[in-house]
């Protein structure tokens, strides 16, 4: 698998440093969101999910955060590493009580770490 | 477990011939997903099953596309005849189905189809 390596915005860290990666999303309605990692010549691989009723939530290394009012979606990754290089996709379900197919994938951000 | 399994990893192929790509779900899953990956649309959905019943295929670009799945452990995506701008990653993903949250998908490789 290939993920999308041209005309996507790109976000480049220091090694070490933290990372802040955001998304607009489409649908107000959306009560699900989950962040997507792809790595070159992968498919995307879970990284973490947010329901509609909280506004952040904690995994190893990073943070998710949902702000409902201007309908954005951020991941935060601590102390950033090399392998944390790939492109990044954001995805909400749109409707309440819809079911996984009605997942809606963002167009991605590319994370280049420098070490 | 192998995870989700694709084949081929590559496709090349000309214009007009049909292609078939074939995906294993992760066994026990009960969801199946096929998605096409281009620069320019980005991750889009094309159809998804849910106990082997095709659910939602409003994705299928047209009537070119189609996908089956025989058996829980079995899908295939057929594109016949294939044109140039059907050049993409067409990703499988599998998940435990129902309304269970997380709802994580498992992405298989990929396959990457260039119809010249």
């Known amino acids: 698998g290939e993920s999308v390596g041209l005309h996507l915005p790109t976000l480049s860290v220091q090694e070490g440093d933290n990372s802040i990666i955001n998304c607009a ?7 699900y969101f989950i962040w997507y990692k792809q790595e ?20 190893q290394r990073v ?5 409902k009012t201007v309908k954005h979606l951020s991941l ?21 009580g819809g079911s996984q197919g009605n997942l809606i994938f963002g167009k991605g951000t590319k994370l280049s770490v420098k070490p | 477990d192998a995870g989700v399994i694709q084949s081929p990893r590559h496709e090349v192929t000309e214009m007009g011939q049909e292609v078939t790509l ?62 140039p701008r059907d050049s993409a990653v067409y990703f ?12 994580e998908q498992y992405f298989g490789p990929g396959t990457r189809l260039t119809v010249t």
């Open chain 1, 25 to 31: 999303y489409s649908n107000s309605a959306s009560d």
């Open chain 2, 92 to 103: 499988c993903a599998s998940s435990l189905g129902g309304d269970r949250v997380p709802y």
């Open chain 1, 63 to 67: 943070t998710v955060l949902l702000n």
């Open chain 1, 76 to 96: 935060q990754i601590a102390a950033t590493q090399p392998g944390d290089s790939a492109v990044y996709f954001c995805a909400e379900r749109w409707g309440y």
């Open chain 1, 40 to 59: 070159s010549g992968k498919g995307p691989q879970f990284i973490i999910d947010i329901r509609s009723n909280m506004d952040k939530r904690q995994g």
């Open chain 2, 22 to 83: 074939r995906c294993k779900p992760i066994s026990g899953h009960n969801s199946l997903f096929w998605y096409r990956q281009t620069m320019m649309r980005g991750l889009e959905l094309l159809i998804y099953f849910n106990n082997n019943v095709p659910i939602d295929d409003s994705g299928m670009p047209e009537d070119r596309f189609s996908a089956k799945m025989p058996n829980a452990s079995f899908s295939t995506l057929k594109i016949q005849p294939s044109e």
